[in-house]
C-alpha cells in the first residue's frame, strides 16, 4: 500500500483517520504477542498487503457510490463474471492476455452502465438494481462456464497479480512517490502563499504534512527492502490515489459529496444529479473490470461459483468503518482502505493464531457493529461538545 | 423618475396537474430596487420565482420573460445563474458535511489545469464573503454554523455568480430579530451597489422596512402593486385578502363553554437541534369542553409545533404545563397523549393513515387494545366499531373493507376523526384538515367540527386559512413567531383582524 498517505490532502478528516489508525495498531501489537512475533514480519504484512488487496480495490468504488447514498450489493458477483470473461478469452480463446484485459474493462464498464440506466433512468433504488444483479451475474458466470473452474491462466496474466516489483526499483518508486507528493505540497503551499492564505515562511507547514508522509515511506521502504512490492499493491496504491483526486481535486467528485450530503442543494446549484450518478456507476463498473481481472489473475483461474463471494459486503463494511457515512455526504478513500486493512488484519492475525473460520466471522461481524456504533456515538455527541466551548 | 426594468414576465401562466398556478401574471421588476412579493399560500409566489431561478425549465410554462429587454429562457438552474438570476431558497440549501468555500462554488469550482484550485478557491470565498461582510472562516463546515450564517454564506454565494436580481424566498422564517436585522443591513448595502433584489415573505413589517415597492399576488395573478409606505398598508393587506374582506363571523354563536379540557401554561417547544430560536416559547392558551379554538398564524409562527408539542410529537426539547381536565399531566410520547383522550388528526394524510389497509383497520388502529378477546383480535367487534363510525360520520365507502388509499381526501379524513373517537377522545388537535380537500367536502368536514364541539368534544383546529377559521371556531388564538399575540372572540373574528394579528400590522 505505497503512499497511503498521500491520500491525505487535507487535514480535516486527519483526526478520524488517526484513531483509526490507532485501533489498527493496537490489532496488530495484540497479534504480534498472540502469534509470537510472527506477525509483524515483511513476509507476513506483505502477505497481508495482497490478502487486502482485493477488497480495497472494491471498497474504493464502494466510498464513491455511498457518497451519494447509492450502494452496491452486485459487486461480489460482477467481479465473478469479469474473472470469467477473462478466462474464457484466454484460456478457451488463446487471446493476448492484453487485449483481453482491455475487454474484460469494458465489460465491467458496461455492466455499470447498465446497472447506472435502471438507477437514473428507471428510477429503480440502486438496492434494488444491484441485488439484482448480484443474482443474475453470479447466474450467468454459472451458466457459461457450467460451473466449472477454468484453470490455468497464461503465466503473463497470472504474473500481473503474483509478481513483485524488485526491492532496487521499489524503493525507488517509493523515494520517488514522496518526492512527487512534496512538490505537489509546496506548489500549493505557494500559491496560497501568493494568494495570500499562508505567512511567509512555508518550511514548517510543509514539514509537518510531509512527516506522516514520510514515516509512511520509510515503513513501505523496509517492507519492500527483502522482497519488493507487489504489482497488486501498486495498482491499490495508483486507484485509490486516483480515486481520491477525483474525489477531492475536481468538481465532479465535490458533486458527489453534494448529492450525498444534500441532493435539493445539489439541484438548485445545477448539478445535473442523475448524469453525475450515472457516470458514478461507470467508474464503479471500471471498478469490476480492474478488480474482476486482479482477482482472477490472483486465484490463477475463474471460479464462477465462489470468486468474490460476499465482496460487496467486505467493500462495504471497509468503507463505513472508515467513516464513509450510510447516509451520504460523507467519506474518504484513504479511510476505507484502512478500514480494509483492518478487516484483512483480523482475519490475517486470527488464521495465524489458527482461529476457526467461523470465530472469525463472528469476530468480523462484532467488530463492524462496534466501529459503526462507536462512530454514530462520537458524532451526535460532537455538536453539544462544540457548543460548550 | 420611472426607473428602468431590470425583467418583464408577461402572461405566464404555469399548470401543474389539477391547478393552474400561475395564471396569466404581468410583472416588472426595476433596476435595482428592492421589489416584496407577497401572497397567501398558494398564491403561486414560489412557482413563478422558481420560474425565473430556472427550476421550472422554459417550455414547461407559457408566456414570455424579458432580462434587460432579451428574453429570458433559462432551462436549468446554472442557466438562470450564468444569464445572473439568482434565488436563494426558502429552506437554507446547503451541503453540511462541506466547508463553506466548497459550499460557495458548489458547481462552479475555479480550476486550474482541470483539477480543483483549493488554494484559489479558499482566497476566493474568504474575499467575497469580507466583501459581503460575514465574518465566517471559509474553512469552517457549514454544518457547524447556525441557520442565520448560512443564509447569510448563501446569498454571498448567489452573488458571487454576478447576480444582478437576488430572489430571497421567505429568508426570515428561521431567523431571530437580531438575525433579521443583520440580514436587511446587507440587503440594504446590496441595493446600495445597484443590486436589484425579489424578496418573498409572509411578515408584513418586515416588509414594509426593508422594500420599495410590494407587488401582491393572488390566485397566480398580480392583484395589486404599491410603493411600500406606511399609508398603503391597508390597501396591501385588503388585496391580499381579496373581496372577502367584509365577511363576517359565520360561527355559531359560542357555545356554552364548559370548564377547560385542555389548559396549556407558558409551553416551549425548543428546535431539535438548538439552531433556532425555540418554535413555540411561552404560548398558554385553554380550549373547553364544546368549544372549537382556533389556532392561526403564518408561516413559522409555529402553530404546527404547539399541536405537536400538546401531543408528545414533537421532536426536540418541551417546557411548560400542560393540564386536562384540570389535572397536570406530563405527555412525553403520542401513546401519553391518546391515554389522556387527546387524539391529533394530522396535516398530512399519508403520514397518519395506512393506505393499504382497509378503513375498518385503520378506525381501529389506535384502540386496538380494546377490540380484543383474550389477547386476539375479536374481529366481529371490530367490524361493529367500524361500521358504527362509517355510519355516524357519513363515511363515503362501498364498506369498511375498502383501502383507505381509494378514498377521497375529506373521507381520509374523517376516517382519522373515527380513530381518535375509537379511541374515547375528547380532546382533539386538527392540523389543517382540510388541506387539499375540495370545496363541498370542505364544508362537511367544518360541520363535522360543530357536531363534534357540540356533543362535548374539545377541538383545537390549526389552519392557514383564515376565511376557515371565520367559518367555523368560537373563539381564535393567533401567534406569531411563537407567541401568542391576540385572541378573538365571536364576531370579533374576521379574516382581516387575523391577518393583521398574524402579520404584525
Known sequence: MLGLGKLRLFGRDAFRDSTLLVVVAAIWIFFQFTTDGTFLTQRNLVLLALQTSIVSLAAVSAVMLIVTRNFDLSVGSAVALVGVVVAVLTVNLNMNPVLAVVIALGVGVVMGAWQGLWVTRMGVSSFIVTLAGMLYFRGVSMIATSGSTIAPLPDALADMATGFLDPAPSIALIVVSIAALAAFQWLGARRAQQLGLLGNNLAPHLARRMVPFVVGGIAFGWLASRQGIPYLVILVAAAATAAEIVMRRTPFGLQLYAIGGNPEAARLSGIRVNRVIFIDFLIAGLAYGVTGVALTARVGGAVAGSAGLFLELDAISAAIIGGTSLTGGRGRVFGALVGALLMGSLNNGMSLMNVPTFYQETARGVVLLFAVAADQYRRTRKPSARKST | ?505
Open chain 2, 1 to 505: 423618475m420611472t426607473p428602468a426594468p431590470l425583467l418583464a414576465a408577461r402572461g405566464i401562466v404555469k399548470r401543474f396537474p389539477g391547478v393552474v398556478a400561475v395564471d396569466h401574471l404581468d410583472l416588472t421588476i426595476n433596476q435595482g430596487e428592492v421589489m416584496a412579493l407577497l401572497g397567501a399560500n398558494g398564491a403561486g409566489k414560489s412557482t413563478f420565482i422558481q420560474i425565473l431561478a430556472g427550476v421550472h425549465a422554459h417550455g414547461t410554462y407559457e408566456g414570455e420573460i424579458l432580462l434587460e429587454g432579451r428574453p429570458f429562457r433559462p432551462t436549468s438552474v446554472a442557466q438562470a445563474q450564468a444569464l445572473g438570476v439568482a434565488l436563494v431558497a426558502q429552506e437554507v440549501n446547503v451541503v453540511p458535511e462541506l466547508s463553506v468555500a466548497e459550499n460557495m462554488f458548489l458547481n462552479s469550482e475555479p480550476t486550474r489545469f482541470g483539477f480543483i484550485d483549493v488554494p484559489g478557491r479558499l482566497a476566493e470565498a474568504r474575499r467575497i464573503l469580507a466583501e459581503f461582510d460575514v465574518g465566517v472562516d471559509a474553512a469552517a463546515r457549514m454544518g457547524t454554523l447556525d441557520l442565520a450564517t448560512q443564509q447569510l454564506v448563501s446569498i454571498a454565494r448567489a452573488l458571487s455568480k454576478k447576480a444582478r436580481l437576488l430572489i430571497l424566498d421567505e429568508p426570515t422564517a428561521a431567523l431571530t430579530d437580531n438575525e433579521v436585522q443583520r440580514l436587511f443591513e446587507r440587503m440594504r448595502a446590496l441595493r446600495a451597489r445597484g443590486v436589484t433584489c425579489i424578496f418573498v415573505s409572509h411578515r408584513l413589517a418586515e416588509v414594509f422596512t426593508i422594500a420599495d415597492r410590494i407587488v401582491v399576488m393572488r390566485d397566480g395573478r398580480a392583484a395589486g402593486e404599491y410603493p411600500a409606505r406606511a399609508d398603503t398598508r391597508d390597501d396591501v393587506v385588503r388585496a391580499m385578502l381579496g373581496t372577502t374582506i367584509a365577511a363576517e363571523h359565520r360561527g355559531d354563536a359560542p357555545a356554552a363553554r364548559g370548564d377547560a379540557a385542555l389548559e396549556v401554561r407558558d409551553l416551549y417547544a425548543r428546535d431539535p437541534d438548538q439552531r433556532r430560536r425555540p418554535p413555540v416559547s411561552g404560548v398558554s392558551l385553554s380550549v373547553g369542553k364544546g368549544e372549537i379554538l382556533g389556532l392561526f398564524g403564518l408561516l413559522g409562527a409555529g402553530c404546527n409545533e404547539l399541536a405537536q408539542a400538546i401531543f408528545g410529537a414533537w421532536p426536540g426539547a418541551v417546557e411548560g404545563r400542560v393540564l386536562v381536565d384540570g389535572c397536570e399531566v406530563k405527555i412525553a410520547s403520542p401513546a401519553a397523549a391518546i391515554g389522556y383522550g387527546i387524539g391529533l388528526v394530522a396535516q398530512d394524510r399519508r403520514e397518519s393513515l395506512v393506505h393499504e389497509h382497509t378503513i375498518a383497520e385503520n378506525i381501529v388502529l389506535a384502540c386496538l387494545a380494546t377490540v380484543t378477546r383474550r389477547k386476539f383480535l375479536d374481529v366481529p367487534k371490530m367490524r361493529r366499531l367500524a361500521t358504527d363510525f362509517m355510519q355516524r360520520l357519513a363515511i363515503r365507502a362501498p364498506g369498511i373493507d375498502t383501502p383507505v388509499g381509494t378514498l377521497s381526501g375529506g373521507n381520509q379524513q374523517k376516517v382519522q376523526v373515527a380513530r381518535w373517537l375509537a379511541t374515547g377522545a375528547r380532546i382533539l388537535l386538527l392540523v389543517d384538515p382540510t388541506r387539499g380537500i375540495d370545496v363541498g367536502a370542505r364544508h362537511e368536514i367544518n360541520q363535522l367540527w360543530k357536531t363534534l364541539s357540540q356533543e362535548g368534544c374539545a377541538l383545537l383546529l390549526v389552519s392557514s386559512e383564515a376565511e376557515e377559521l371565520v367559518d367555523v371556531c368560537h373563539r381564535v388564538t393567533v401567534l406569531r413567531n411563537g407567541s401568542a399575540v391576540g385572541d378573538l372572540t365571536g364576531a370579533d373574528i374576521t379574516e382581516e383582524r387575523l391577518l393583521r394579528l398574524a402579520a404584525g400590522v
